[in-house]
């Protein structure tokens, strides 16, 4: 998908106000990250899919996105917390191939910087930190995860109400 509206991907400082912040981060601190993950895949990554505390967020935020991407009519899409951990963590690059036309990349949480490449540019985020980007039409992934590094990440992402994401969920109803 080629969005007209792209432009050059930029990290928004303190994405949540610091008393949501630190609200999240308690609030995930008691996930029980051997039992409540969703799923892990082949690159080793720990993913939380749609819990109705994250997608609560995702909601929540709707209006810094539409000012943010500059569009009044974008939905919410759907939310992730990733926990990359493992020495063999890792983020491939990519175009992302669900509903991210509009993303949040939120870094809640690094131990050391493990910076995002974004059409061959590197972006490095601190906690509270998010890039802000096109998913879809932004080639993008990490180099090499840092052995012992843990880095816990936030994802929210939208998209037009004309998405064929909000077409299939309608059809599988």
């Given at each position: 998908?080629?969005n007209?509206?792209?432009?050059?991907?930029?990290?928004?400082?303190?994405?949540?106000?610091?008393?949501?912040?630190?609200?999240?981060?308690?609030?995930?601190?008691?996930?029980?990250?051997?039992?409540e993950?969703?799923w892990?895949?082949?690159?080793?990554?720990?993913?939380?899919?749609?819990?109705?505390?994250?997608?609560?967020?995702l909601?929540?935020?709707?209006?810094k996105?539409?000012?943010?991407?500059?569009?009044?009519?974008?939905?919410p899409?759907?939310?992730?917390?990733?926990?990359?951990?493992?020495?063999k963590?890792?983020?491939?690059?990519h175009?992302?191939?669900?509903?991210?036309?509009?993303?949040?990349?939120?870094?809640?949480?690094?131990?050391?910087?493990?910076?995002?490449?974004?059409?061959?540019?590197?972006?490095?985020?601190k906690a509270?930190?998010?890039?802000?980007?096109?998913?879809?039409?932004q080639?993008h992934?990490?180099?090499?995860?840092t052995?012992?590094?843990?880095?816990l990440?936030?994802f929210?992402?939208?998209?037009?109400?004309?998405?064929w994401?909000?077409?299939y969920?309608?059809?599988?109803r």
């Open positions: 998908m080629v007209s509206k792209v432009k050059d991907p930029w990290i928004v400082d303190n994405f949540f106000k610091q008393s949501d912040y630190t609200s999240i981060i308690n609030k995930i601190n008691t996930f029980n990250f051997n039992q993950w969703l892990s895949n082949d690159n080793m990554n720990r993913w939380f899919h749609n819990s109705p505390y994250i997608t609560n967020i909601i929540t935020n709707i209006d996105a539409r000012k943010d991407f500059g569009s009044e009519t974008l939905l899409t759907y939310a992730t917390v990733a926990l990359y951990e493992n020495d963590s890792s983020l491939p690059f175009y992302d191939s669900n509903a991210c036309t509009y993303s949040y990349d939120v870094c809640l949480y690094s131990k050391e910087p493990w910076p995002v490449t974004i059409e061959g540019k590197d972006y490095v985020l509270n930190q998010a890039i802000a980007m096109y998913g879809e039409d080639f992934g990490r180099p090499p995860f052995p012992g590094n843990k880095v990440m936030l929210l992402h939208y998209a037009e109400p004309d998405h994401y909000f077409n969920k309608e059809k599988t």
